[in-house]
């Protein structure tokens, strides 16, 4: 692996990329990150934000939900046990391998598609929520397209929650210590953070909106937004999660929580 680059990416090529690392990274992500997220649990970021005391969803007992990007879904077997008619899909194979030996190991079987953000296998006004936490969204290059897909398989008035790296984070060090508390990048800089093999092919991309380029891809997309929670890093949390961590935590937003409803 060579040093990451900020260079622009097509949507296959940022799709290529996205499917070839989670397929790489699927056990070792579930062997450092799984004791945090548990099996069967919903956490929205490394703050802990955990959507059975959130309820962010609202009631989803016999609502029929779409998680995109699901990883092993996690979230999925969560709202299954609540009741939620629940349908999943991540863009990574592998990772929906992982998925079926959490099915196994809780007894919670998810339904689970491989498919990609920017056409979504789903037929138009089937879902009543669709929820992302930290999936799909952002590693598409074009988050209109994704958002429109998304609100096509919503119902009229669907809700979407879906939570993303802070756009103020992007222009600080990947760096969760006080150290990580300086501007190394322009805010308004978009383009995006890839990671390439030896042969140059990326096999890594992340791409950065700020806050107004996300209002204007959901409204863009049909979406009224509701809400937007910047959740605050909470005592007792001790957990370092790549930038994300304690120190840092306490003075800045890691993570921003999207809410809005299908016009």
Known sequence: MVEPQRVELSESETSRASRTYWDSAAEEYLEEHGEFLGDDKFIWSPEGVDEAAAQLLGPVRGKRVLEVGC??????????????????FDISVEQLRVGRELDRRTGTAVRTVAADAVAIPFASNT???ACSAFGALPFVADAEAALGEIARTLKPGGLLVFSVTHPIRWSMPDDPTPAGLRITQSYFDRTPYVEVDADGTPVYAEH????????RALTTAGFVIDDLLEPEWPAGNDNIWGG?????????????????RKN
Do not use: Y
């Open 71 to 88: 990883g092993a879904a996690q979230c999925s077997r969560w709202l299954a046990g609540q009741g939620a008619n629940v349908v999943a």
């Open 127 to 129: 879902f009543d929520i």
């Open 208 to 215: 950065h909106r700020t806050t107004g380029d996300w209002i």
């Open 244 to 260: 994300w961590g304690p120190d840092r935590g306490r003075l800045v937003p890691g993570t921003a929580i999207w809410s809005a």
